[in-house]
């Protein structure tokens, strides 16, 4: 379903059906580690192996950098982070947060208006089709091989390579008294987890989502996470589903199922806003059956 290419040198003013490659366009899904791994997999299908002839990098600091001649060799992530790998010793990290977007444009296409003012990147490859970074946040242009300067402090990753499963559950059982949900969201812990996986992780393995971190079986919850994430990453299937349905409503345990009753016991799940006035509107769901333990903070 795309609109008819215009002729050479007369951009469209918009083209909304050209896939936008941004977290958000399989199923809606949050950007979590899974999530900004398959966007990652996406970009190398259409950047990796091509040069870049213009670049336009709309960050204050980054303003008088460009990147034409580089060549783009792949992606690689790090929990919700990004790293555009480029020729010359030369990685663009990214991070998505909540909204961020990619898209890749067919030659002489443009994004729709609306998302022009938060265009943050422009390159134009060797190929004609641009790339487009929209709402990108904490953009920085580092050396390859000083990657650690914008990734150093995150803890173990299960999607990458060099994921150490004991040194994730050390940092863990570190967080002592630190609710299980906040212990999990800390990416320099165990890193990858956003708010749908630590809900669905808490449901899972039995226990109040306030319940001190060091009170619970850390090894075989991050066996668990791993396995999620992983499965979520690179299966076939939707993502983030953890119920094994993908039926609308019974994707997951208790995220996003407040007011409704459990899937296993039937009584009402419950919400709580995880922190008052949060920007992110992060709530906590839980089975106050299925998950006992401490309530949560008045
Ligand atoms: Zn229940």
């Given at each position: 379903?795309?609109?008819?290419?215009?002729?050479?040198g007369?951009?469209?003013?918009?083209?909304?059906?050209?896939?936008?490659?941004?977290?958000?366009?399989d199923?809606?899904?949050?950007?979590?580690?899974?999530?900004?791994?398959?966007l990652?997999?996406?970009?190398?299908?259409?950047?990796?192996?091509h040069?870049?002839?213009?670049?336009?990098?709309?960050?204050?600091?980054?303003?008088?950098?460009?990147l034409?001649?580089?060549?783009?060799?792949?992606?690689?992530?790090?929990g919700?982070?990004?790293?555009?790998?480029?020729?010359?010793?030369?990685?663009?990290?990214?991070?998505?947060?909540?909204?961020?977007?990619?898209?890749?444009?067919?030659?002489?296409?443009?994004?729709?208006?609306?998302?022009?003012?938060?265009?943050?990147?422009?390159?134009?490859?060797?190929?004609?089709?641009?790339?487009?970074?929209?709402?990108?946040?904490?953009?920085?242009?580092?050396?390859?091989?000083?990657?650690?300067?914008?990734?150093?402090?995150?803890?173990?990753?299960?999607?990458?390579d060099?994921?150490?499963?004991?040194?994730?559950?050390?940092?863990?059982?570190?967080?002592?008294?630190?609710?299980?949900?906040?212990?999990?969201?800390?990416?320099?812990?165990?890193?990858?987890?956003?708010?749908?996986?630590?809900?669905?992780?808490?449901?899972?393995?039995?226990?109040?989502?306030w319940?001190?971190?060091?009170?619970?079986?850390?090894?075989?919850?991050?066996?668990?996470?791993?396995?999620?994430?992983?499965?979520?990453?690179?299966?076939?299937?939707?993502?983030?589903?953890?119920?094994?349905?993908?039926?609308?409503?019974?994707?997951?345990?208790v995220?996003?199922?407040?007011?409704?009753?459990?899937?296993?016991?039937?009584?009402?799940?419950?919400?709580?806003?995880?922190?008052?006035?949060?920007?992110?509107?992060?709530?906590?769901w839980?089975c106050?059956?299925?998950?006992?333990?401490?309530?949560?903070?008045?």
């Amino acid at each position: 379903m795309r609109s008819p290419p215009t002729g050479p040198g007369s951009p469209s003013p918009a083209d909304p059906p050209e896939p936008v490659v941004g977290a958000h366009t399989d199923d809606g899904a949050v950007p979590e580690g899974d999530t900004v791994y398959r966007l990652a997999r996406r970009l190398d299908r259409r950047l990796a192996g091509h040069t870049v002839v213009r670049s336009d990098l709309r960050h204050p600091r980054l303003a008088t950098r460009d990147l034409a001649g580089c060549s783009v060799l792949g992606h690689v992530t790090h929990g919700k982070h990004l790293l555009t790998r480029l020729s010359g010793d030369l990685t663009l990290h990214s991070h998505l947060r909540m909204d961020g977007e990619w898209s890749v444009t067919r030659p002489g296409r443009r994004l729709p208006p609306m998302l022009m003012p938060h265009v943050r990147l422009v390159l134009t490859l060797d190929t004609k089709e641009t790339v487009w970074g929209v709402r990108l946040h904490d953009l920085a242009l580092v050396r390859t091989s000083a990657e650690h300067e914008v990734v150093g402090h995150l803890g173990p990753d299960p999607l990458r390579d060099d994921y150490d499963p004991g040194e994730a559950v050390r940092r863990l059982y570190a967080g002592g008294d630190l609710p299980l949900v906040a212990a999990l969201l800390d990416q320099r812990r165990l890193c990858g987890l956003g708010n749908l996986w630590v809900n669905e992780l808490a449901f899972l393995v039995g226990t109040s989502p306030w319940t001190p971190v060091r009170d619970v079986d850390v090894e075989r919850l991050v066996h668990r996470a791993a396995t999620m994430l992983r499965r979520s990453a690179h299966g076939p299937g939707r993502m983030q589903v953890t119920t094994g349905s993908t039926r609308p409503g019974e994707e997951h345990w208790v995220s996003g199922r407040a007011g409704r009753p459990c899937r296993r016991c039937g009584t009402v799940v419950r919400v709580v806003a995880e922190i008052p006035g949060d920007a992110a509107r992060r709530r906590t769901w839980w089975c106050p059956v299925c998950q006992p333990g401490p309530p949560p903070p008045p």
